[in-house]
């Protein structure tokens, strides 16, 4: 069975610095893995998708990796902004449905 | 081209009420999923259909939970009987068939307050 786990559950920086975000996974079978971001009480934003044979894919200050051999995937931010504060998800697509099993989540603070 | 919409956006029911959301795929798309995010954990996977079929409903509740996806109009997800453990934000997701990554596209959410 299919298990995603983020580490920090929690992290708070100054505004400026650059930061990685951990995701893992037990089954290294996956299709995409795709991290969103989401803000209290609201939806899902999704940041970057990055095929099952792709090791990684940039977006402006993100930059993501995929390392499938090892079950692992990191969220890069550079120079964090206080509006990069939020929770940010990691999803692995699996099975033959293709649907999304989710990581706890990161809860990031950036102090101004 | 609009995306993904869910609809209410809040409902609030009594114990013992019925819940309907409605999810309206982006243009397109006839795969829908849906997931429950329960406060304070993380989201999971609850159902996964395609127009009139029910595909993978392995995350579904034995008992209340029910989805269709019909033939046309919006795909609906029914609870039963709402109970306070019910009380949570419910999300769809579409993706278009054959799409080459497969990559599925989310609505806002429906947040369910059982009273």
């Known amino acids: 069975k299919q298990e995603v786990t983020q580490i920090p559950a929690a992290l708070s920086v100054p505004e400026g610095e650059n930061l990685v975000l951990n995701c893992s996974f037990t089954d290294s079978a996956i299709y995409n893995l795709q991290w969103f971001r989401q803000d209290p009480g609201k939806g899902l934003t999704s940041l970057l998708l990055?095929?099952?044979?792709?090791r990684e894919q940039t977006s402006g200050r993100l930059n993501a990796s995929l390392d499938k051999s090892s079950g692992r995937s990191t969220l890069y931010i550079a120079a964090s902004q206080p509006g990069d504060s939020a929770t940010y998800l990691c999803a692995v697509y699996g099975g033959a449905t293709n649907k999304l099993i989710f990581g706890t989540g990161t809860l990031l603070a950036v102090q101004p | 081209n609009a995306g993904v919409m869910q609809n209410p956006r809040h409902l609030v029911r009594r114990r013992g009420q019925e819940a309907r959301l409605r999810c309206s795929p982006m243009k397109g798309h006839s795969h829908v999923y849906w997931y429950r995010q329960l406060p304070e954990e993380g989201l999971k996977f609850m159902v996964y259909l395609q127009k009139e079929n029910i595909i993978d409903e392995s995350g579904m509740p034995k008992e209340r939970f029910s989805a269709e996806f019909p033939k046309e109009g919006p795909s609906i997800l029914r609870i039963q009987q709402v109970v306070r453990g019910d009380s949570a934000a419910y999300f769809c997701?579409?993706?278009?068939?054959?799409?080459?990554?497969?990559?599925?596209?989310f609505g806002p959410g429906t947040r369910l307050t059982v009273l």
């Open positions: 997701a579409s993706r278009k068939p054959g799409q080459a990554n497969n990559e599925q596209f």
């Open positions: 990055i095929q099952s044979s792709q």
